[in-house]
């Protein structure tokens, strides 16, 4: 099983974490995703999943990865923050 750790901007609450595990494990291959609000990090484990899928999910989300950030994205990781507190 292959682990892989991305750190990311705009996590701010359960809300965003609920959303961010929901999207991710939807990819093909990825069985688990565990976050770590204060560090922005997240971990990823599973089998032959590609990353860049893993990426443009999270970037599509407002969750960039450290260092790509912009208002928009900001933006969106406030709707996506919202849809994972009515899940």
Do not use: R
């Amino acid at each position: 099983m292959k682990t892989q750790e991305i750190f990311v901007e705009n996590i701010k609450c359960a809300g965003c974490m609920t959303s961010i595990k929901h999207a991710l494990l939807k990819i093909k291959g990825i069985v688990k995703v565990e976050i770590d609000k204060e560090a922005e990090k997240i971990s990823l484990m599973g089998h032959k999943y590609e990353l860049s899928e893993v990426l443009d999910s999270l970037n599509s989300m407002g969750y960039p990865q450290k260092g790509d950030n912009s208002l928009f994205k900001q933006a969106k990781s406030y709707v996506s923050c919202a849809i994972g507190k009515m899940s």
